[in-house]
T-cell receptor, first 117, second 111 residues
Framework: GAVVSQHPSRVICKSGTSVKIECRSL??????MFWYRQFPKQSLMLMAT?????????EQGVEKDKFLINHASLTLSTLTVTSAHPEDSSFYIC?????????????FGPGTRLLVL | QQQVKQSPQSLIVQKGGIPIINCAYE??????FPWYQQFPGKGPALLIA?????SEKKEGRFTISFNKSAKQFSLHIMDSQPGDSATYFC??????????FGTGTSLTVIP
């Protein structure tokens, strides 16, 4: 299957700082990428849909000014958690839709563990 | 509102057993139903997926059974192994839209 990478795999930061997480599709061009948040032993919660060259679409309850998403190219989307607080600590996972297989299939990155102290 | 309901929440089977995980949905517009496997600290990996025009799909030891009239689908793992111990998520979507995930099932296969 297609490969999606995320960087960093884990990050620890101080409260009030901003953290950027990168999501890359390595062997295909993804016009659409998704950002999820996952709490321990829970399901994936969709935060936003990222479309290349346009503004991201945020799910209800997700603060767009706090979670900045940029999809600058067909292989890269970034999520920036601005002014992070301890409650933002979570597992963040991106996925990318592979248009070569009909567009339904989403391939997930390995996730980024964020810990805000 | 949970678009996709998944059960059980956790499951323990002996090696060689056949765990079955069930999912149910309401939205008849859904036309794609994947299953994902997730190990701790990793992202979900696509296992197998089915469309509603097929009642069963098999890939290796993994089988999806789909009941369109009941709006239910299930994952069967044949000859389960300890390495299958993971969390399994079902999902549903309609073309061009987002995925709606189930709540997950934690599977433990005892040697």
């Amino acid at each position: 299957g297609a490969v999606v990478s995320q960087h960093p795999s884990r990050v620890i930061c101080k409260s009030g700082t901003s953290v950027k997480i990168e999501c890359r599709s390595l062997d295909f061009q993804a016009t659409t990428m998704f950002w999820y948040r996952q709490f321990p032993k829970q399901s994936l919660m969709l935060m936003a849909t990222s479309n290349e060259g346009s503004k991201a679409t945020y799910e209800q309850g997700v603060e767009k000014d706090k979670f900045l998403i940029n999809h600058a190219s067909l292989t890269l989307s970034t999520l920036t958690v601005t002014s992070a607080h301890p409650e933002d600590s979570s597992f963040y996972i991106c996925s990318a839709r592979d248009p070569r297989v009909g567009g339904e299939t989403q391939y997930f990155g390995p996730g980024t563990r964020l810990l805000v102290l | 509102q949970q678009q996709v309901k998944q059960s059980p929440q956790s499951l323990i089977v002996q090696k060689g057993g056949i765990p079955i995980i069930n999912c149910a949905y309401e939205n008849t517009a859904f036309d794609y139903f994947p299953w994902y496997q997730q190990f701790p600290g990793k992202g979900p990996a696509l296992l197998i997926a089915i469309r509603p025009d097929v009642s069963e799909k098999k890939e290796g030891r993994f089988t999806i059974s789909f009941n369109k009239s009941a709006k239910q689908f299930s994952l069967h793992i044949m000859d389960s192994q300890p390495g299958d111990s993971a969390t399994y998520f079902c999902a549903a979507m309609y073309t061009g839209n987002q995925f709606y995930f189930g709540t997950g099932t934690s599977l433990t296969v005892i040697p």
